[in-house]
């Protein structure tokens, strides 16, 4: 079930039942403290199936599998070629500090910006830790699913070829100029479809501190990277997963996408970059309440000036550290302020 795929079915939801799937889907209101500086969201010209009557459609379907979601007719979509930038948020903690870090965060397939934000509590911990974000949307689909276009592993299933990584670059130049955002702490974080976007910006544009990849994989050879080597990679997966293998594979089994490399595989590649050649254990995190005891194992890859760290969630399925407590800690971890 593609369902499963970035959006947590309600059946699997701890807590709050059907209304915490909202939190994936629906759109959030800005906290109080929170400073929007800079304009317009993601744009495309994508058609949503929801509200548009169905027509022919001018794209090649994806080759039909049992793991495909058919939730409509298709409908005509011409995919704009980028995205633009959307908002800088700035919390009120930032103001009177001086430049700050900056992260954008990515969503996964057929989420939105807004909702995952809200969902592992960044307006919040952006506060508390004293950052500017931003939580920007993806390109529509045919079925009105919103993706990134990681690459040939995920998740731009249509073959629109949208550029995300000239639309994404555009919005981190902005952050970088922003008085209140420190250029040299530019991070990315994705979830899923956008853990993929994650890495592959870490590959393709130069000045990115560091980058965290939830359920996501590397959608590219890196050692084929056009920008400098990041110096900060932390990769989380479910030892479980049944949609990202964390052993490599193709997403959802599906023929018709390139396969990306086992989790730790592509973490150890990352740390070569910069001379990391050591796998040393780190101890256990607690990062998954449903699950007993402290079940995520830590690999660091150290000898070298950079942190790159395999976080395996032992029993942990496709959605893995999206509480906004889980979150907090990876970004203690991916913003250098613990071990």
């Known amino acids: 079930m593609l369902r499963s795929f970035f959006v947590r079915p309600v059946s699997s939801l701890r807590g709050s039942g059907a209304a915490l799937a909202l939190t994936w889907l629906c759109a959030c209101n800005e906290g109080a403290n929170d400073v929007p500086v800079v304009a317009p969201a993601i744009a495309t010209s994508a058609v949503s199936a929801a509200s548009s009557p169905a027509v022919a459609s001018t794209s090649t379907p994806a080759s039909s599998s049992p793991t495909d979601l058919v939730v409509g007719p298709a409908v005509s979509v011409t ?5 633009t930038p959307t908002e800088i948020v700035v919390p009120a903690s930032v103001k009177s500090e001086g430049r700050r870090p900056f992260v954008l965060l990515l969503h996964g397939f057929s989420g939105s910006g807004a909702a995952i934000a809200k969902h592992v509590g960044l307006p919040a911990h952006a506060l508390a830790m004293r950052f500017s974000w931003a939580a920007p949307d993806g390109t529509l689909d045919r079925l009105g699913r919103r993706h990134w276009n990681a690459g040939p592993a995920c998740c731009d299933f249509d073959r629109f070829g949208t550029d995300h990584v000239a639309g994404l670059r555009v919005l981190l130049d902005r952050a970088r100029a922003h008085p209140s955002v420190d250029p040299s702490r530019i991070y990315v974080a994705g979830v899923s479809n956008g853990g993929f976007m994650a890495e592959r910006l870490g590959c393709d544009v130069p000045g990115i501190a ?41 997403v959802l089994g599906r023929t018709d996408v390139a ?5 730790a595989d592509a973490v150890r590649r990352w740390g070569e970059r910069v001379g990391c050649g050591t796998q040393t254990p780190a101890g256990t995190l607690d990062l998954e309440a449903s699950i007993a005891d402290a079940e995520t194992s830590r690999t660091q890859y150290a000898g070298c000036n950079g942190h790159f760290e395999l976080l395996l969630v032992q029993g942990g399925g496709h959605d893995v550290a999206s509480s906004p407590s889980s979150f907090a800690s990876l970004l203690t971890i991916l913003l250098g302020e613990s071990p």
């Open 259 to 263: 396969a990306h490399p086992p989790a």
């Open 210 to 250: 560091g980058v965290l990849d939830i359920a996501g994989g590397s959608p590219v050879d890196v050692q084929q990277c056009k920008a400098p080597p990041i110096a900060r990679l932390i990769h989380v997966h479910g030892d479980k997963d049944p949609t990202v293998a964390v052993a490599g594979g193709r």
């Open 79 to 83: 995919a704009a070629p980028t995205p």
